[in-house]
Nanobody
Framework: QVQLEESGGGLVQAGGSLRLSCAAS????????MGWFRQAPGKERESVGA????????WYADSVKGRFTISRDNANLVMYLQMNNLKPEDTAVYYC??????????WGQGTQVTVSS
C-alpha cells in the first residue's frame, strides 16, 4: 500500500500561486490514479482533480479549471498541484490520495493553504 505526504502549503495573497507536492512511498505509485482533494472549515471534503497513472488523462473540478494544474513524476514518486490565481475560497486543507480498489485512500496528513483577500 502506498503512503502519501503532502507539502507546499502556506499563506498567499489572492492572485498568487503555490505548488503543492504529494510524495509517495512504494513503487506501486506509478500504477495508481491519483487525486487531489480539499476541505475547508465547516465544509465537506471535495475533489479538486485527478490524474491517471500515465498523466495522459487529467480531470479538474469546475471551480479550479483553468487555474490549477495537476502533474506527476512517476520516476520520483511525486504528484504536483500547481495553483495559480488563487482566491480566498481556495482556502482549505489539501490532501492527496490514491485510487485503490475503486476508492480513494491512503490519505496524507494534508497541507494548509490560506489565501488572503
Amino acid at each position: 500500500q502506498v503512503q502519501l505526504e503532502e507539502s507546499g502549503g502556506g499563506l498567499v495573497q489572492a492572485g498568487g500561486s503555490l505548488r503543492l507536492s504529494c510524495a509517495a512511498s512504494g513503487r506501486s505509485f506509478s500504477s495508481y490514479t491519483m487525486g487531489w482533494f480539499r476541505q475547508a472549515p465547516g465544509k465537506e471534503r471535495e475533489s479538486v482533480g485527478a490524474i491517471n497513472w500515465s498523466g495522459g488523462s487529467i480531470w479538474y473540478a469546475d471551480s479550479v479549471k483553468g487555474r490549477f494544474t495537476i502533474s506527476r513524476d512517476n520516476a520520483n514518486l511525486v504528484m504536483y498541484l500547481q495553483m495559480n490565481n488563487l482566491k480566498p475560497e481556495d482556502t482549505a486543507v489539501y490532501y492527496c490520495a490514491a485510487l485503490q480498489g475503486g476508492n480513494f485512500g491512503s490519505w496524507g496528513q494534508g497541507t494548509q493553504v490560506t489565501v488572503s483577500s
